[in-house]
């Protein structure tokens, strides 16, 4: 039996997760670039690319580094690059390896300094403008009046090559249910199009638009004018998309096997505390579930039963409802998290299962890559 605390990855849901966004993106006509901050592993991106994904998203510059590195053909780091040093690096590790290399700016600072570091490199980088859909983080606003000026200076900077435009409907997360976030994704969809015709109005030729979160993904119908698909969470999924009654825990590939270390008359002791579980109540700050994870006995299948609240965590303990009488101490669980993304990112490693089977372990290579 393994030592705990463990985060596992189920292979056949993987694999099967994998396969569902592919078909997926094959069937509505769309590109898929899945976003690596979920996985954060050189072996789970070779499974995406090898199962038709066209390239890979990043958030930070040193986690797009890791795979620039192991060679990935094509990479959008969707993540606004303002310091110069920073995208130097990027910049040489994708002129080194020919990559082709996209990214996203929503500023004229951030534009102009890409434009000055890629001339000085003699490179071309396709430049994607965000569109804020709602999430109120990064992007322009599709009222804003810098927009036109934006796309068409960028249009008119020799070194950079205006791609098109890109959002990401993280609020959706917020959603209370599948409707409301298939609703958010329509909207997204009305917006990026009303983008689109306005830019195209002035003469900008807008080549892809590409959006992408796993909850407007899973929920979508609206995919006209969409050109490309970013989800990230799909892989794993977690207690987010099967609360908004998008996902079933039999599509969950990520657990995190704990042990019951003590118990006392409210709570079931474990070893997985915050620095494993992560006190993410959800992706975006959102906290739908009211706990921080879901907890199965291993002998039971996940989902199976009612689940049991990880109701509390200290650094290394969790707390976890003893609403059963039967679970001694010494039990393994296994925990459901509200978001997986964030518990790799503390994981030096998967533990790649098959049944009740360790199969392999694969090294979480861009862990901690927040630069
Ligand atoms: C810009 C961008 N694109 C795509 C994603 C993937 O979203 P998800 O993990 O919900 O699939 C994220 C996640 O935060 C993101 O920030």
Known sequence: MLETPAVLI???RLGRNIAWAQALADRRGVALRPHVKTH????????????????????????AFVFLEAGVPSMTVAYPI???????????????RTTDLRVVVDSREASQLLARVAAEMRMRVGVFVEIDVGLHRCGLNESDPELIDLAQWIRSAAPLQFTGLLSHA???????????????????CRILQRVRAMLEGCGIEVAEVSVGATPTVLASEAYAGITEIRPGNYVFMDR?????????????GLT??????????EYLITDAG???????????????????GVAFPIDEPVGGSAGLNVARLSEEHGFVDAIRGNIAIGTK????????????????????VSGDRAIDRWRVAARGKVR
């Open 10 to 12: 189920d292979r056949e």
């Open 40 to 63: 954060k592993c050189l072996e789970i991106a070779r499974l995406q690319l090898e199962g038709g994904a066209v390239g890979l998203t990043a958030s930070k510059v040193d986690e």
């Open 82 to 96: 303002v310091d110069e040093r920073k995208l130097r690096r990027l910049l040489l590790a994708a002129q080194e």
């Open 170 to 188: 993280g609020h959706a997360y917020g959603a209370g249910d599948a409707e409301e976030v298939a609703a958010i994704a329509a909207e997204e």
């Open 240 to 252: 987010t998309p099967v609360r908004l009654g998008l996902a079933t825990f039999d599509q969950i």
């Open 256 to 265: 995190v096997l704990v042990t019951v270390v003590s118990r006392n008359a």
């Open 274 to 292: 915050s620095k494993v579980l992560t006190s993410d109540l959800g992706a975006h700050g959102t906290a739908g579930a009211g706990g921080y």
């Open 333 to 352: 669980l296994r925990v459901v998290p509200n978001h997986a993304c964030p518990v790799v990112n503390l994981a030096d490693e998967l533990v790649v």
